[in-house]
Structure formats: C-alpha cells, structure tokens
C-alpha cells in the first residue's frame, strides 16, 4: 500500500515543512534601518556583506525537523488505516499550532513594531498552509481505501 495517492501526499506535505530550512518566513524586513531575514533556524542579518546567523530559534528548529518527520511515521502505518487517519487530523492540529508559533517568532524577532508587507513575505510562509492542505487530501485518499476494503469485504 506504500505506493498509493496518500503516500505522495505525505510525502509532499513532509517535504514541504521540511523545505523552511530551505526557504525563509519573511525577507528584507527592516529593523533599526537593516534588512534582516526571519527562517525557522533563526535570524539572518547582513553582516559585511554576508548573511550571518544572529538570533538562534533552537527549539523552533527542533521541533519542525519533528512536524517534518511525522507525515513519514504515518505513511508506514498503511496497516491501520484508522489510526492513519487520526494521526493526520492530529498532524494538521500540530502544524496549525505551529504555525502560530512560527507567526510569533518573526514578531518576537522583529520587535513587534514591524509590520510586514506583501513584498516581505518568504516562500516558508505558504509552506504550512500547503502541507495542511496535503494532510487533507491524504486523508480523503486513505478514507477512499477505507471504502474500497469494506465494499470488498462485503463481497465475499
């Protein structure tokens, strides 16, 4: 069952969450008149002339290798598709929460007297929804199996 619709679904949305170490929240915002740029590994400041880490999210960073690593966990769990099912709902609970905390770390790090604009936004700031959106078509798919299992077994 690893090679059904599902399974690139989680796939993807583990993908996408993983791709934020990749892709920054939040680019170009300026804060005491220099640009700085917000990823879930930390705060990037132009420092002669190179982008230097300044401010480290440690925990942030711990925790979305975990929300990146849990749609995998399920995919292996093609067995119980009952239980794949509830761990995708919880998925999507644990990325909404994270995504609130990542929200309050770019203001946390910002100062909160930023606000950002259309131009500021990161590639990384899409990537949540998009993997929320993915748990929920993987859970339509495994709800499809779930359907053909029992409309088969009451052929028998």
């Excluded at 190179?50 to 975990?66: K, P, S």
Aim: net charge positive; glycine share 6%.
């Amino acid at each position: 069952m690893l090679q059904r619709i599902q399974s690139v679904y989680l796939l993807l949305a583990s993908v996408a969450i993983l791709a934020l170490f990749l892709f920054p929240l939040a680019h170009n915002v300026y804060v005491d008149n220099k640009p700085i740029n917000i990823m879930v590994m930390g705060v990037y400041q132009d420092v002669n002339g190179q982008q230097q880490l300044t401010d480290h999210f440690v925990a942030l960073t711990a925790v979305t290798a975990i929300v990146g690593i849990i749609p995998l966990i399920i995919i292996f769990l093609y067995k119980n598709r009952k239980q794949q099912i509830a761990l995708c709902y919880s998925s999507v609970l644990v990325i909404i929460g994270y995504s609130f905390w990542i929200a309050q770390a770019a203001k946390a790090a910002t100062g909160g007297g930023v606000t950002l604009d259309f131009k500021n936004f990161g590639i990384g700031l899409f990537l949540c929804p998009l993997a929320i959106l993915l748990h929920i078509l993987a859970i339509k798919g495994i709800q499809r199996d779930e359907k053909l299992v029992k409309s088969a077994d009451r052929l028998r």
